[in-house]
């Protein structure tokens, strides 16, 4: 249950993420990446503050990470076209 409970906050923080991309279009690459790396870390927080382990928050948040990633480039690949 505790899984899935941050798996949404992640889900939220995420798309959090997107929209802030989407405003701040001029920012340069290392600007994105600080970015990136910010709500990535929040992400983690989150985790580790709900499941109480910090192995297990840091395998969640890589993967919820990843996934994020990965759809995400799906989704631009596709709307490109």
Same mark, same amino acid.
């Given at each position: ?6 798996t ?8 959090s993420?997107?929209?802030?991309l ?10 994105? &990446? ?15 503050? &709900? /499941? ?5 928050? &840091? ?10 990633? /990965?759809?995400?480039?799906? &989704? ?6």
């Amino acid at each position: 249950m505790k899984g899935v409970l941050v798996t949404a906050f992640h889900t939220v923080i995420w798309m959090s993420f997107v929209i802030v991309l989407s405003l701040s279009q001029r920012d340069r690459l290392y600007a994105k &990446i600080a970015l990136f790396l910010m709500f990535l870390y929040f992400c983690y927080v989150v985790a580790h503050y &709900i /499941l109480q382990r910090r192995k297990v928050a &840091i395998i969640f948040t890589l993967r919820n990470s990843a996934l994020f990633l /990965l759809v995400q480039q799906v &989704i631009s690949l596709f709307y490109r076209l």
